[in-house]
């Protein structure tokens, strides 16, 4: 019987690129996000490419109300998520904290833990009831790290630790695994939505070295997935070849 995964974030980047492979392995996915029109192509491609099913969850994950409503209607077919990708998550600005954006701090905690804990909270009774289930919250480098100008996004980061680790710990009697993958540079949108647009700005984050790229993290997600049930990886935490740390890179 094919399971269900629902992936948080899946417009773009690792979100998108592991609903596709978790298509690929079977699972049926629920993917959810704001930009409907994207969901839209990405279900598609799934079920052009992939012999399952695909139900497309269009909300933003920082409003307490959308995420109730949308899980709330799920259909009966739809309700027995065994596997939760909470990947949603974003960096806005890069700033001294005594120059920060306070609309940017909102939309980093809103999104990065008030989010994770919205959607998690929906979903984690069904899987206590039953007994069974997997969750795995996408973290960062700046989770274990902090680095100048990164403030408050490496708290929100440090904050998805420390969840995922009582999560951990609160779920252990109900047999339900909870996971972290804690990615370094990535090449995705992430520089783009942390720049606001500026493209010169975002590519040079990237510029001579060999970055992941999403289906990097994809497929250790997919790998933590499938580990035997008696496995749980706790965190796993992956950077470039090129990347010592979170501010340390060798660049040609």
């Known amino acids: 019987m094919n399971k269900i995964a629902l992936i948080t974030g899946a417009t773009a980047g690792i979100g998108e690129e592991t609903a596709m492979q978790l298509a690929g392995e079977g699972y049926h996915v629920i993917i959810t996000g704001r930009r409907k029109e994207r969901l839209k192509k990405l279900a598609e491609q799934i079920k052009s490419s992939c012999n399952v099913e695909v139900l497309t ?7 307490r109300a959308e995420v109730d409503e949308a ?3 799920l259909p009966k077919e739809w309700q027995n998520i065994e596997l939760l990708i909470n990947n949603a998550g974003l960096a806005a600005g890069l700033k001294h904290l005594q120059e920060g954006d306070i609309n940017d701090w909102e939309q980093m905690i809103d999104t990065n833990v008030k989010g994770l804990l919205y959607i998690s909270r929906k979903i984690m009774p069904g899987m206590v009831a039953r007994e069974s289930g997997h969750i795995i919250n996408v973290s960062s480098i700046a989770g274990k790290e902090v680095y100048e100008k990164g403030n408050v996004y490496c708290a929100t980061k440090h904050a998805v630790e420390a969840i995922t680790k009582g999560m951990r710990l609160d779920l252990l009697k109900h047999g339900i695994r909870v996971s972290s993958v804690s990615p370094g540079l990535v090449e995705t ?6 720049f606001k647009g500026d493209e010169e700005r975002a590519a040079a984050v990237y510029d001579g070295l060999e970055a992941l790229r999403a289906e990097d993290i994809a497929e250790t997600i997919v790998w933590i997935a499938s580990r035997p049930p008696h496995v749980n990886i706790n965190d796993v ?14 660049r040609k």
């Not at 969850?57 to 409003?63: E, G, P």
């Not at 949108?189 to 942390?194: D, H, K, L, N, Q």
């Open 237 to 250: 935490l992956i950077t470039p070849t090129a990347q010592g740390n979170s501010t340390t890179t060798v």
């Open 71 to 73: 899980i709330d209607n």
């Open 57 to 63: 969850l269009t909300f933003d994950i920082r409003s």
């Open 189 to 194: 949108e992430f520089s783009m939505v942390r």
